[in-house]
Structure formats: C-alpha cells, structure tokens
C-alpha cells in the first residue's frame, strides 16, 4: 500500500538536509542524517505515521536530535583530526557575478548568510546546545517552545542559549556580492601574476588564512597570521608551477575561487572579506570534503 503521508515526507528532504548541513558543518553527515531520519520514519508502524499531525515537525525533532547527539561527539572525533578541521564546502551556482536569484525558492535559503564559511566557523564554536537552539530559532524561526521540545529543555533555557550564541556572530555590516566578487577577482589575478605587493595589498594585515587537507594531501597544518606571511605562502604555491586553473566560483553562497589540476577539483578556497580587504581564507584540500564538487558540475 502506498503511503499516502509520502509526498509530504518526501517533500521535507530539502528543509532537513539545510538544517543538518548547518548543524553539522558536513554535506555527508548531513545526508546521512536525513537518510537515518527516514529509516527511523519508515521504522514506524502505519497507525503510528497516522497519529502524526504533522510529519514534517516530526522529521525536523528526529533530525535535530540526531545532530545534537553527533555534535556531542565531534570534538573527540575532532581531537584525532590531522591539521585544522574546516567545514565541508558546498558548490553554488556561478551567476553571482551577475547577481541572478536562483529559480528554485528552496535554493536561496542556502545562499544567505547562515551558510557563509564565517558563518559555519563561529557555529563550530559553540556548545552543541546553543548550535541547534541558535540555528532553529535564529535561522530557520522555530519558536523558544518548539525548540525546547526538539532538544529537551525548557523554552527559557533554550532562550539563553540562543542568546549566549548570537553574542558570537558578528553583526556588521558585510559587503554586497559585488564587492566580494571584486576582492576575489582581484586575489585570483595577483596570484595569476605572481604580483606579491598585489597580494599584500588586499589582505588585511592581520589576516588568517587556514588549510584543511585532513592529512590526506598536502597542507599547512597551523594556521598563517599576517598579510606578508599569507602572500608569501601563495607565491610559494605559485612558484610551484604546477598547471594548475583557478576558477571563480560560488562557495558557501558567496565568491569563492576552485582550483582544478587536470580538471580534477583539489583545492576549494572561501573567504571573508571586510572594508575591502581579505581578513580570512579557508582552504578545503581534504579529498573528502571535495566530493560534492567533483560529482557535480554547478
């Protein structure tokens, strides 16, 4: 018999797999979060799925708590991690350069700024208790009373957890599209060049820039601070001359720039920006967390 609540459940995937990614900070542990969630669904008798008003609420409360209890153990997991652990990189569609909204509406909820790397980063930060309050109440607005169901605290605890969170996320204002993809076009065509004072230039001069290879490839494991440091690490890679193609492109919803070796994706690299300059650069060389973007042409 067919499941006649299908199309609904179905229809959530999009919703639990934004939701995840943003908790976890990982594609694939997100899908397999959502692909868990459904198997606890499908796990349910059929008079069991019928009693559920509201599958959709359902499926968010099991994924959620899903998240809670991985973020619980990703920092013992994090703690055998090689170098520095940076979130998974997700590709986006190349038109920002002209600023084109994707058609699909479900498609703009990850190009805000709860997606950005910076984003990501500073929910890395926090206890697994104030990510999951933070991002269902801030980012997706589930109600204080809603999420102190999801994660077994009171709506006045989740509120402070909540609060203690938004005290980590800078509120400033940060630059358009344009003025980003300006910046990265720029870095791209100084470290064409092998123009260092280029480089320098855009750079703030207490600039970070992070490399995450997992210890599968080649990366700096300790992060590099200064603007000098930072331009002279990139033209250490360009004298390298390996025949390597940088690429603009979408990620994490903002300018970005790939790197392709013999058209095989080996470097991903986001950034944040402020007052024109280049304050962080986060480099993504792990295999693993490069999958997406090489299945996958965006």
């Not at 995937?13 to 939701?19: A, T």
Request: with cysteine; charged share 25%; proline share 6%.
């Amino acid at each position: 018999m067919t499941d006649p609540q299908l199309p609904a459940v179905m229809n959530e995937r999009r919703q639990l797999i934004n939701l995840a990614y943003r908790l976890l900070g990982s594609l694939a542990e997100a899908e397999d979060v959502v692909q868990e969630t459904y198997a606890r669904w499908y796990a349910l008798t059929e008079p069991q799925r019928q009693e559920i008003e509201t599958p959709g609420a359902w499926m968010t409360t099991v994924a959620s708590r899903i998240c809670l209890d991985l973020l619980g153990s990703a920092r013992a997991r994090r703690e055998r991690y090689v170098g520095e652990w940076i979130p998974e990189p997700v590709p986006g569609p190349t038109d920002w350069l002209d600023g084109i909204a994707p058609a699909d509406p479900a498609d703009r909820v990850t190009l805000d700024e709860s997606i950005s790397m910076a984003f990501l980063v500073v929910l890395d930060s926090m206890t697994p208790a104030e990510r999951v309050a933070f991002v269902l109440h801030d980012v997706f607005r589930y109600s204080f009373a809603e999420v102190g169901d999801i994660v077994g605290r009171s709506p006045a605890a989740c509120r402070q957890l909540a609060s203690s969170a938004r005290r980590r996320i800078d509120t400033s204002r940060a630059p358009s599209g344009s003025e980003r993809a300006d910046v990265v076009r720029d870095f791209k065509k100084a470290w064409e060049t092998k123009d260092i004072e280029a480089l320098i230039g855009l750079l703030d001069p207490r600039a970070t820039a992070t490399a995450d290879g997992g210890g599968h490839v080649l990366a700096f494991l300790e992060p590099i601070i200064g603007r000098e440091q930072i331009a002279q690490a990139w033209m250490e890679i360009a004298a390298r001359g390996l025949p390597m193609t940088l690429i603009e492109r979408t990620v994490n919803g903002q300018p970005g720039l790939v790197a392709e070796l013999d058209g095989t994706v080996v470097s991903v690299y986001a950034f944040d920006i402020a007052d024109g300059r280049i304050t962080r650069i986060w480099v993504i060389r792990n295999p693993e967390k490069l999958r997406p973007w090489t299945s996958r042409r965006a």
